[in-house]
C-alpha cells in the first residue's frame, strides 16, 4: 500500500508584507498547510481573519498548540533570535525571514538551540532559486565565457527605503541588511575560493539612520575580484549582472532576463582594431572588436529547480535530503556583512579571510 504524505501545519509569525507572500507561496505545496496567523498588530490579523486564517492570540498559544509543525517567522529582523529560539525549545521547526539576526553572534545562539532541540531551523534565503542568477552560475559554471575573473551584481531603484521599520537601526534596517544579505549569499555560492579582503562605502543620501545604498570591492584568494552594489536612488539602473571572463563577456540587464553573451571567435585569428573617432581624439585600445572575431548569444533559460525552498525544507525533516540553506552559509554571510560594515565606518580595505 502507497503511503500517503504527511501534511505539516505552517503558523506564519508577521503577517505584513513578506508573512502573506508566504502564505502564497507555500499553499500549492502538497505537503505544507497554513495552520493560522499570529501578528502583534490588529489590523494584520483582521486581514488574515477575512482571507480564511485562523488567527492566534498570543506567541504562547502559537507555541503551546501541539498540531503546529512549523513556525515561519516573518517579523522585523531584531526579534527573530528571540522568536526562534522560543519556538525551537517549544519543538517547532523553524524557517526565518532574511537577515536571520543583525549580527553573526546571534546566529550561533539560534543555531545551538536547534541542535539542542534536534529541530530544522533554516533562512530563507530565497533568491537563491532567482532566474538570472542560477543563469549566471550555470554560465560561469560551463565557463561560456572562459575563466571568471570579475563580476558585478547590483540591484537598484529610485524609490527609497520602505516607509517602515527598515529605515529604523533598532529593527535591523537599511539596504546592507535588506537586499545585500541576497546578493552577498549569491556571490559566495560562485566560487569557492575564500575572501582575501574587502572594501566598501554606505550611501546615506536620503538621510536616514540607516544606509540607503552600499558598494562593496570584493578580492578573493584565487584572483577573483567582484562589485556588490545595492542603491535606492538610481533614476537610471546599471545592469543586474556583469560577468568577465578570459574568453568573453556576459550581461544580463534585468529580471526581464534581457541581455547577451558576447565571446571571442576561435577559429579566427587576431584581428587588428581600426582607429575610430573617440571624442577629440582616435584611439584603437576602445575600439569594438571586428564582427568575424567575436561570437554572440542570447542568454538562454533554464528549466525550472527541481526542488522549491519549501519542498527542501520538508524532505529535510523527513530526513530525504540535506537542508538547501546550510547554517555555515548563512553565518559566512552575516560576517561578511560585519565586515563590510567595518570596512565602510572605518574607510579601510580590511584584510580578512572570510
Known amino acids: 500500500m502507497k503511503m500517503e504524505n504527511r501534511i505539516y501545519n505552517v503558523v506564519i509569525i508577521g503577517y505584513g508584507g513578506m508573512g502573506s507572500y508566504h502564505v502564497q507561496l507555500i499553499e500549492p505545496v502538497q505537503q505544507l498547510a497554513i495552520a493560522g496567523v499570529y501578528d502583534i498588530v490588529d489590523y494584520r490579523m483582521e486581514l488574515a481573519a477575512a482571507a480564511g486564517y485562523k488567527t492566534y492570540a498570543s506567541l504562547d498559544a502559537v507555541l503551546t498548540d501541539q498540531a503546529v509543525d512549523i513556525v515561519l517567522i516573518a517579523t522585523p529582523n531584531d526579534v527573530h533570535k528571540e522568536i526562534a529560539i522560543q519556538a525551537l525549545q517549544a519543538g517547532k521547526h523553524v524557517i526565518c525571514e532574511k537577515p536571520v539576526t543583525i549580527t553573526s553572534a546571534d546566529f550561533l545562539d539560534i543555531v545551538e538551540v536547534a541542535k539542542k532541540e534536534n529541530r530544522a ?20 559554471s560551463k565557463k561560456n565565457v572562459g575563466e571568471l575573473f570579475h563580476l558585478e551584481s547590483r540591484v537598484q531603484g529610485a524609490n527609497g527605503i520602505p516607509g517602515d521599520w527598515r529605515q529604523l537601526k533598532a529593527y535591523g534596517g537599511g539596504m546592507l541588511l535588506d537586499w545585500g544579505v541576497h546578493l552577498l549569499d549569491q556571490l559566495l555560492l560562485i566560487t569557492d575560493s575564500q575572501i582575501e579582503s574587502v572594501t566598501a562605502t554606505l550611501s546615506y543620501i536620503l538621510g536616514t539612520e540607516v544606509d540607503d545604498g552600499f558598494t562593496s570591492f570584493i578580492e578573493f584568494k584565487d584572483g577573483l575580484t567582484a562589485v556588490i552594489e545595492v542603491g535606492t536612488t538610481n533614476y537610471v539602473k546599471l545592469p543586474r549582472w556583469y560577468i568577465k571572463g578570459t574568453e568573453g563577456t556576459a550581461v544580463i540587464r534585468d529580471w526581464d532576463l534581457s541581455g547577451e553573451i558576447v565571446t571571442r571567435n576561435p577559429d579566427v585569428a587576431h584581428v587588428e582594431p581600426k582607429p575610430i573617432r573617440a571624442g577629440q581624439g582616435l584611439t584603437k585600445t576602445m575600439a569594438p572588436p571586428s564582427e568575424e572575431s567575436t561570437l554572440k548569444f542570447p542568454i538562454q533559460e533554464l528549466t525550472a529547480a527541481t526542488e522549491s525552498f519549501y519542498e527542501n525544507f520538508v524532505s529535510s525533516i523527513e530526513g530525504k535530503a540535506e537542508l538547501a540553506i546550510k547554517s555555515e552559509e548563512v553565518h559566512r554571510v552575516l560576517v561578511l556583512i560585519e565586515t563590510i560594515f567595518e570596512a565602510a565606518a572605518t574607510k579601510s580595505v580590511i584584510q580578512r579571510t572570510i
Open 121 to 140: 531551523f533554516t533562512v530563507h534565503q530565497n533568491r537563491r532559486w532567482d532566474e538570472d542568477f542560477r543563469i549566471i552560475k550555470d554560465i560561469i
